[in-house]
């Protein structure tokens, strides 16, 4: 079996949002950083456009522990002088929008791919376009490199994720997983996704609370 290793970032700041679900008028958040959130915040740091090709983060496995779940919140929004869809004219379209306050996670990448890994980090550290938490309005606190020195650590999700803090949830990518979530991204211009399988763990043996 080829060794593993995970990076290891931190994402907080006074509002994220990872919608999954949005549809028209209303935008979703998920409790927890989506993948097509994660990956869409490292090409960004990567500087790689809408239409390039993802399918080399396909090696990577996430993980996410909740640090601090922060506050669901939403948003009104008002849109004046909105083109129809029939062309016949304007309109006020209202909508709304959920994030959450003052929320903070830790992201773990598992790879046998060590030299992605890297790669990523070293793009994190300097990243070419700014780097945000789902919304270009919603920037980190600080860079997400936990340790900069020492990024890249030896073993899986579980031996980073999982500190036998019963409080902290967290939720990891496996085959045999207890709900899908349709957020894995296959090309981000033409807004393609497929389902992931997850499950949440709370304790260091990796046994559901």
Not at 7 to 26: A, E, K, N, T
Not at 80 to 105: C, E, M, N, Q
Not at 153 to 162: A, F, N, R, S, Y
Request: hydrophobic share 35%; charged share 30%.
């Amino acid at each position: 079996m080829n060794e593993v290793y995970t990076l290891l970032l931190s994402l907080d700041g006074p509002m994220q949002s990872w919608g999954f679900r949005s549809r028209f008028d209303y935008r979703d958040t998920a409790l927890e950083p989506t993948r097509s959130g994660v990956i869409g915040l490292i090409c960004a740091a990567m500087g790689i456009a809408r239409g390039e090709d993802i399918s080399r983060f396909d090696a990577i496995r996430m993980g996410v522990r909740v640090d601090r779940d922060g506050r669901l919140e939403r948003d009104y929004h008002t849109a004046l002088d909105v083109i129809k869809a029939d062309s016949s004219g304007t309109d006020t379209v209202v909508s709304f929008r959920d994030y959450l306050a003052d929320a903070s996670f830790t992201i773990g990448l598992q790879s046998s791919n060590k030299e992605l890994l890297k790669d990523i980090a070293t793009a994190l550290l300097s990243p070419t376009w700014i780097l945000f938490l789902g919304r270009k309005s919603f920037p980190p606190t600080a860079p997400p490199v936990i340790d900069s020195s020492n990024p890249i650590k030896p073993g899986k999700l579980e031996d980073h994720l999982l500190s036998g803090d019963s409080s902290k949830r967290v939720v990891l990518e496996t085959l045999d997983g207890e709900r899908t979530q349709h957020d894995w991204p296959l090309c981000f211009k033409e807004r393609r996704f497929k389902p992931r399988t997850i499950k949440t763990l709370f304790d260091k043996k990796g046994e559901p609370r």
